[in-house]
């Protein structure tokens, strides 16, 4: 039996770790704690030395505006660093972390739509091009397997728990590479997936399975948008293997976290679908929002919504402060709209205009 599955079989093994890892994690935390302590006396000391040289003044205030987080310079601060031109460290990571920290009773805009159905429906008041619905909120026992169908949760993410249902007795898991040959295999895989909590519930949908020319699966290509504006895009291919291509906002390919071996040229995108997914987002009351596409041999066929992307806290430092200072503007640009009375139209006629 591999390491790995004795220890989760060992409640004593769990139980020593559980304690070692939490004593270990408190030390790390008062460590932390404690060397903060001493990184603000020491710049209070440096600051007003810097403060006293108008030579060196400046530069002080760089280095602050460049590697400090704004919760810890003091407000007078705020008026130097403008004054020396200098644009606060952003950070697109903590940004979606404190919109997303709400009181659960306050459920945002884009949080609406992260729930696959009403997506759906969003989708088509935009006029985009989306797959058949089959079945929607329904148990795994419920669940109608049918030809060229995708069975997927409605609750989860990241691929998980998503089957390609190409005919009775050829079933693949997309995420795993996994292949059932009858309904009673997948159905008793989906019951084993639920019960190690790799999937949060027993909520699916089926619909269309998309596929390219060769009948494997299509293309994503996920826009990561800040109201009206594109920030970057990821192209996906799933099959053989998952290969990955980062664009900027024109779709000119850049440097991305991805190893060589996990990367491919795609396709890239055109001018005409990087203003299809800003048109979407300018209709969406959130600063920022990732909207899933696939391409099908018609075109861009809707995937879904996905208000927080797992990737945003892989971001390298430059580009989370890029990306963080984009969210920020997109903010200020909603909220001048929502000044103006700018109506979101296509968005209430699937949700309620209010918050609840």
Not at 9 to 36: D, H, M, P, R
Not at 182 to 194: G, K, M, P
Not at 288 to 295: A, G, M, P, Q, T
Request: proline fraction near 4%; charged fraction near 25%; glycine fraction near 6%.
């Amino acid at each position: 039996m591999p390491i790995k599955n004795r220890i989760r079989q060992s409640s004593f093994i769990i139980k020593v770790l559980a304690g070692l890892s939490y004593a270990t994690t408190y030390v790390l935390l008062k460590t932390e704690k404690l060397l903060q302590g001493i990184t603000d006396w020491w710049i209070n000391k440096t600051k007003a030395l810097f403060y006293l040289d108008p030579v060196f003044r400046p530069r002080f205030f760089r280095m602050a505006a460049r590697f400090m987080w704004p919760s810890r310079i003091e407000a007078w601060w705020l008026r130097t660093i403008k004054e020396e031109g200098q644009p606060l460290q952003a950070s697109l990571a903590s940004a979606l972390f404190l919109r997303h920290s709400y009181n659960d009773n306050i459920v945002l805009p884009e949080w609406k739509l992260d729930q696959k159905v009403e997506g759906l429906r969003f989708a088509r008041e935009m006029g985009l091009q989306t797959p058949g619905l089959y079945q929607a909120n329904v148990a795994i026992a419920d669940v109608i397997p049918r030809k060229n169908s995708v069975i997927k949760p409605v609750d989860d993410a990241a691929m998980r728990g998503v089957f390609i249902i190409y005919a009775e007795n050829n079933i693949l898991e997309l995420k795993t590479g996994k292949t059932f040959s009858s309904r009673d295999q997948l159905v008793s895989h989906i019951h084993w997936l639920l019960k190690e909590r790799k999937l949060q519930s027993d909520n699916w949908l089926v619909e269309e399975y998309i596929a390219d020319s060769n009948n494997n699966p299509a293309v994503d290509i996920k826009f990561y948008t800040f109201y009206g504006k594109v920030g970057w895009i990821t192209e996906i291919l799933r099959r053989p293997e998952v290969k990955y291509h980062v664009m900027d906002a024109g779709g000119n390919t850049i440097l991305s976290r991805y190893a060589a071996n996990e990367t491919f040229a795609g396709k890239g995108v055109a001018i005409d679908e990087i203003e299809l997914a800003e048109k979407v987002s300018l209709e969406i009351p959130a600063p920022f929002i990732r909207i899933d596409f696939l391409r099908s041999s018609s075109g861009l066929c809707f995937g879904e919504f996905t208000p927080r992307p797992g990737i945003v806290g892989g971001l390298s430092g430059k580009r989370d402060h890029l990306y963080g200072t984009f969210f920020h503007q997109a903010e200020a640009r909603l909220y001048k709209d929502l000044l103006k009375g700018k109506r979101f139209d296509k968005y209430h006629k699937v949700f309620s205009p209010d918050f609840h």
